[in-house]
């Protein structure tokens, strides 16, 4: 399944990097700690966060993640942006908590 496909299927808000919508997303992972995120996240996941800094998607970079979810209605910072949209790397907004996207997309990508 790619980045497009679960955007579409979970209405999320693309704000960044429409590049990257046709990358394959492999799972998910949800954490707000970076260095979890560094030691634990795989290559291809989609990372479900409430972090909205550059150093977000420069671990998403490091880890080759799919994509960036942002939660609560959280928005990116400009900087965030720059960065996701140079490692082509989307950022998607939903307004939804994280319990409630985590268990959206994990339905979506076990269905």
Same mark, same amino acid.
């Given at each position: 399944? %790619?980045?497009?496909?679960?955007?579409?299927?979970? #209405?999320?808000?693309?704000?960044? !990097?429409?590049?990257?919508? @046709? !990358?394959?997303? +492999?799972? *998910?992972?949800?954490?707000?700690?970076? !260095?979890? =995120?560094? *030691?634990?996240? +795989?290559?291809?996941?989609?990372?479900? %966060?409430?972090? +909205?800094?550059?150093? =977000?998607?420069?671990?998403?970079?490091?880890? @080759?993640?799919? &994509?960036?979810?942002? =939660?609560? *209605?959280?928005?990116?910072?400009? @900087?965030?942006? $720059?960065?996701?949209? #140079? $490692?082509?790397?989307?950022?998607? *907004? &939903?307004?939804? !908590? %994280?319990?409630?996207?985590?268990?959206?997309?994990?339905?979506?990508?076990?269905?």
């Amino acid at each position: 399944m %790619t980045v497009k496909d679960v955007q579409q299927a979970l #209405e999320l808000k693309v704000f960044g !990097s429409e590049k990257g919508l @046709d !990358s394959e997303v +492999t799972g *998910g992972y949800v954490s707000d700690l970076l !260095s979890d =995120v560094m *030691g634990n996240a +795989t290559e291809g996941l989609a990372w479900i %966060t409430l972090q +909205t800094h550059l150093n =977000v998607m420069a671990i998403a970079a490091l880890k @080759d993640l799919s &994509t960036v979810i942002l =939660v609560n *209605g959280n928005q990116p910072e400009e @900087d965030m942006l $720059e960065k996701a949209n #140079e $490692e082509n790397i989307p950022v998607l *907004g &939903t307004k939804l !908590s %994280t319990f409630e996207i985590a268990g959206k997309l994990y339905q979506l990508l076990n269905s």
